[in-house]
């Protein structure tokens, strides 16, 4: 088995407003940090540590639990202002003047939101398998199999294959890599989402859904930040689809797919993608 510098990091705490925020921070440090925000239901411990240390090795990484949610106390919250104001605190309680952003899924649609609330406070955002804040015209919807999964509390391993991976061979061998990877974390028994914290991520996406387009798009077009937008073709959670349409509306922004790839495109072209993460910082 592989090992990973990303599995050495340690568990730090920081004190902010609502709760004491769990993180690792990894890399050199230096210049602006990248803080890379969680998918629904996942914690620290859920990060693919390959994706990690490719990462880390030219920057500054930094990874956390949001309010409520794994390895972090406080009151969970169920709104995506709530979500974003956690990230922001989590931000300033670190010091931080200014940060780029790696958001993934939900995360992504976090990001995008701590970008319009505190716009200085973000240098570049990166939005990894995810979308705008609400209802994306002609997006094809989610399947009665993807919001049954979405809705267990113990999805099993096919389960999160079906959910991050295309039925193919090859990415679905990708797929088990990945679980192999997290594997090391997950088997120390760190805390896994409550379903409180679960449910509120849930009540969030329902009412983003609910979301009308004029509203989307302006705050597409407020967001003035260099975005860079990818995804996997084949994403059965948020379609490749909501991306192209996101680019549409903003003002800095490049989008890069990922053929025969789902939700975590972002581990299955792990270096391509990580590659293409730091020429966008860098530029």
């Known amino acids: 088995m592989s090992t990973y510098l990303a599995d050495k990091a340690e568990d730090l705490t920081v004190e902010g407003p609502s709760a004491r925020f769990t993180y690792r921070r990894m890399g050199p440090q230096g210049g602006v940090p990248l803080v890379l925000l ?4 996942g914690t620290i411990d859920w ?3 390959e994706f990690l240390d490719y990462l880390a090795a030219d ?6 639990d949001n309010v409520g949610v794994g390895y972090t106390d406080g009151e969970p919250r169920d709104s995506l202002e709530g979500f974003a104001e956690g990230a922001i605190e989590f931000i300033e309680a670190l010091g931080l003047a200014q940060a780029d952003l790696l958001g ?3 995360g992504g649609i976090v990001a995008q939101r701590v970008a319009l609330r505190r716009p200085e406070l973000v240098r570049k955002l990166v939005v990894a398998g995810s979308g705008p804040a609400g209802w994306v015209p002609d997006a094809p919807p989610m399947s009665e199999k993807v919001l049954g999964i979405m809705a267990k509390p113990d999805a ?3 389960d999160m294959l079906y959910l991050f991976y295309p039925e193919t061979d ?6 088990r890599e990945h679980f192999g990877h ?3 974390r997950l088997a120390a028994g760190g805390p896994a989402v409550s379903e409180t914290a679960a449910q509120g991520m849930l009540t969030a996406a329902g009412t983003l859904l609910a979301a009308p387009f004029d509203q989307v798009r302006a705050e597409l077009e407020a967001i003035k930040h260099p975005v860079l937008y990818a995804n996997g073709l084949n994403d059965v959670m948020i379609p490749a689809h909501n991306s192209y349409v996101a680019i549409q509306h903003l003002d800095n922004a490049t989008l890069v797919l990922y053929s025969g790839a789902g939700h975590a495109f972002l581990f299955q072209y792990a270096k391509a ?3 293409q993460v730091a020429d966008f910082l860098a530029a």
């Open 104 to 106: 993934w899924s939900l």
């Open 38 to 41: 969680n998918r629904f239901r």
């Open 273 to 275: 993608f990580t590659k």
């Open 170 to 175: 090859t990415a679905r061998a990708s797929g």
């Open 156 to 158: 099993d391993l096919e």
């Open 47 to 49: 990060w693919d540590p």
């Open 59 to 64: 920057h500054d990484v930094i990874v956390f």
């Open 182 to 184: 997290v594997s090391t």
